[in-house]
């Protein structure tokens, strides 16, 4: 018996395609239980006839079908070769099967000729007004099925007639190959969309959704990993040496929140659509699709919303993926995050409502690291010293929670306004969290930066780097109290010059193309505020092994040398400039020493508030480090731009192209990389 071929289609209608090789084959030995399909990301249930889809959330589920016996219905009438696939049900199957069996017994040379055969027919049941028998070709002779009408018209003209054709005959199923070649699955992604899925998910839009471009990046990344291996195979063939393992497997999980939020029935979306003007409607529906995304999470209750959609969405997936891959964590699985645009918001948020959940269990420094302070339980010594400085007395438990909203709990006059916020304007705390701290945290074409300014965040980072120092301090032994034959202990005295605040994850990268209008930085937000922008360290490129393409070197020698030679006119601007402050400052001391003598002194001096320290120039020579992402030392990575390569207008594709992006797709794959692949790496 032929084996059969398995099909699935979305709905009624569309075309029937086949399933990968190796899922026909499992279905074909299930006897009738469900089967996981896709490498797990989906599940067929024979019984049922049908496939739903493990961490598609919104996907529905699709219909299956076997068959081993189809029709040959023409594409394109003006050429014969083209032709689409449509499945006999296995009702219909079997009978057709029997009687082509019949007919190459009796057209064997044992067989009793095909006289009979040719008078036989089969009355379909599926299509009551068609019926199969056996013809001969009237080209090659030979014999084959044909679908025809029950009732011919006068001499068959008009008369529609289809070939069958015995088996699917030899296909492809693009990717399948390489992730068969692959070893086992390593590492999960959950990668959360930003703004604008609401109107790339409509069937009239051109532009592929998220679930799309994951299926995408999914095939290239599988595809590099392979042809990377099979190279390396082929070096260690020729020298001899033992065949390197596999490549691991990467799974990407899209998270979607936009229909959750913005359901078609929700008052909101309905007054949105009523205020809406009929004119321009394709512009209107940007505004209303994509920015609309925006501002709704800047409200508290959509932000909640959003927030506690994405992180259930989180929790549901990471309990499937545990059930469909039992032993992923026994074998050392890791999971990741990515946010795109927006999604990398959220992302941020929910790794801040993660670190205060966890806010007790982090540690607070020793002699050793004492910069890891960032979250102080009660007023300590440099606490109090950092008061008395700021010439204040010092608070009780001094912990920036994640929300907003606490602060505003005990009253506006117990409220400090110089104090913002790193996490969400919630109305309230919210308890349920991700239930994994993420190995590497990736932020793509991201806001952060422009958020957590809105959000007042730098007096905050610039008071946990005071604290830091001012807590070192207090570790260091003001007495001698030790033994005069101990050798005295060596302290780090360097200024800390990056804020302490981490986030808990195993890293963090802030990914941009240069032109992305809506990308921004970190980093500043990290350095104490008064820094010249000049002295920002600059974004490192975004390079998997480390290495900058000529062209960027290039380009980067030249803006060097225009610098060099815009600062000597700049010296000279600055020479003349200051001279004009001397004499100015010059007059007015002569100013104020002719009023103290004509009107006297005031004994009484005025009270003035200690300066804040400036930093100008505390950057320039040092390396600054991080500490946001664990063991990333920086967090913003800019992609190398091309050869040719203009800003404005690569900033019209800039911010939807990064899952296509090589650079991106090349830093994501050794980041994901398994120990037997780092270990081979570095060996």
Not at 386 to 413: C, F, H, R, W
Request: charged share 25%; glycine share 6%; hydrophobic share 35%.
């Amino acid at each position: 018996m032929l084996p059969r071929i398995w099909l699935t289609r979305a709905k009624d209608g569309d075309v029937w395609k086949p399933l990968r090789k190796t899922d026909c084959k499992a279905l074909n030995e299930s006897r009738g239980e469900e089967v996981s399909i896709e490498g797990g990301r989906a599940t067929a249930d024979p019984k049922n006839s049908t496939i739903r889809y493990n961490f598609l959330t919104n996907r529905p589920s699709t219909q299956l079908l076997p068959a081993t016996w189809f029709t040959k219905e023409e594409k394109n009438p003006k050429n014969q070769k083209e032709f689409i696939l449509k499945p006999l049900p296995e009702v219909d199957s079997w009978q057709v099967e029997l009687l082509y069996q019949n007919a190459v017994r009796a057209s064997s040379s044992l067989g009793e000729g095909l006289d009979d055969i040719f008078k036989e027919e089969i009355a379909l049941q599926s299509e009551l007004n068609y019926k199969v028998c056996v013809v001969r070709n009237g080209g090659s002779g030979q014999l084959c099925m044909r679908k025809k009408p029950t009732k011919s018209n006068l001499f068959g003209f008009g008369e529609v007639q289809s070939t069958l054709q015995r088996g699917y005959g030899q296909y492809t199923i693009e990717g399948e190959d390489d992730e068969n070649s692959l070893g086992e699955l390593t590492h999960a992604v959950f990668v959360i969309h930003g703004i604008g899925e609401a109107m790339w998910s409509k069937e009239d839009v051109s532009t592929m959704g998220m679930s799309d471009e994951l299926d995408q990046l999914r095939m290239v990344v599988n595809k590099k990993k392979v042809v990377s291996w099979r190279e390396e195979c082929k070096k260690c063939e020729k020298m001899k040496q033992p065949l390197p393992r596999p490549p691991n497997r990467v799974e990407f999980l899209p998270i979607e929140w936009y229909d959750k939020v913005r359901s078609p029935s929700h008052a909101l979306v309905t007054s949105l659509t009523a205020v809406t003007l009929n004119s321009i409607p394709a512009l209107r529906s940007i505004a209303n699709d994509v920015i609309f995304d925006v501002l709704m999470y800047l409200t508290p209750d959509y932000c909640e919303a959003i927030l506690q959609c994405v992180t259930t969405q989180i929790v549901e997936l990471y309990s499937t993926f545990q059930r469909i891959y039992p032993s992923f964590i026994d074998r050392g699985g890791k999971f990741s995050l990515v946010g795109h645009s927006l999604g990398s918001v959220i992302a941020w948020d929910i790794l801040s409502i993660l670190k205060d959940s966890m806010g007790k269990s982090i540690p607070k420094g020793d002699r050793n690291d004492p910069i890891r302070i960032d979250l102080p339980e009660s007023p300590t010594r440099a606490q109090r010293t950092l008061a008395i400085l700021d010439n204040k007395q010092p608070t009780s438990p001094m912990g920036y929670g994640a929300y907003a909203a606490a602060n505003v709990a005990n009253g506006p006059e117990n409220n400090d306004s110089k104090h913002g916020t790193w996490g969400p304007n919630l109305s309230k705390k919210m308890m349920q969290t991700i239930p994994f701290t993420p190995d590497m945290t990736v932020f793509l074409g991201s806001p952060v930066g422009l958020f957590l300014t809105l959000r007042g965040v730098h007096p905050i980072f610039d008071e946990m780097r005071a604290i830091a120092e001012a807590e070192r301090a207090s570790l260091i032994p003001c007495d001698n109290n030790e033994e005069a034959s101990a050798p005295p202990p060596v302290f780090d005295v360097s200024p800390i010059i990056c804020s302490p605040f981490s986030l808990p994850t195993g890293a963090l990268y802030n990914i941009f193309h240069p032109s992305d209008p809506v990308a921004y930085r970190i980093e500043p937000l990290l350095l104490p505020e008064g820094v010249d922008k000049d002295e920002f360290p600059s974004p490192l490129f975004l390079s998997a092994d480390g290495r900058v393409r000529l062209h960027v070197k290039a380009r980067q020698v030249g803006d060097q040398l225009f610098k060099q030679f815009g600062s000597l006119s700049a010296l000279f601007d600055k020479s003349v400039e200051k001279a004009a402050v001397d004499a100015a400052a010059a007059d007015a001391t002569e100013a104020a020493r002719k009023k103290a003598i004509a009107g006297g002194t005031n004994d009484r001096k005025e009270k003035t508030l200690p300066e804040r320290p400036k930093f100008s120039g505390c950057v320039k020579g040092r390396e600054c480090s991080f500490r946001l992402g664990g063991r990333s030392t920086r967090v913003d990575f800019q992609i190398q731009p091309g050869v040719i390569d203009n800003e404005y207008l690569s900033a019209v594709s800039a911010h939807s192209s990064y899952f296509s992006n090589e650079d991106v797709i090349d830093f994501i794959i050794f980041n994901t990389r398994s120990v037997d692949e780092s270990a081979s790496v570095v060996s």
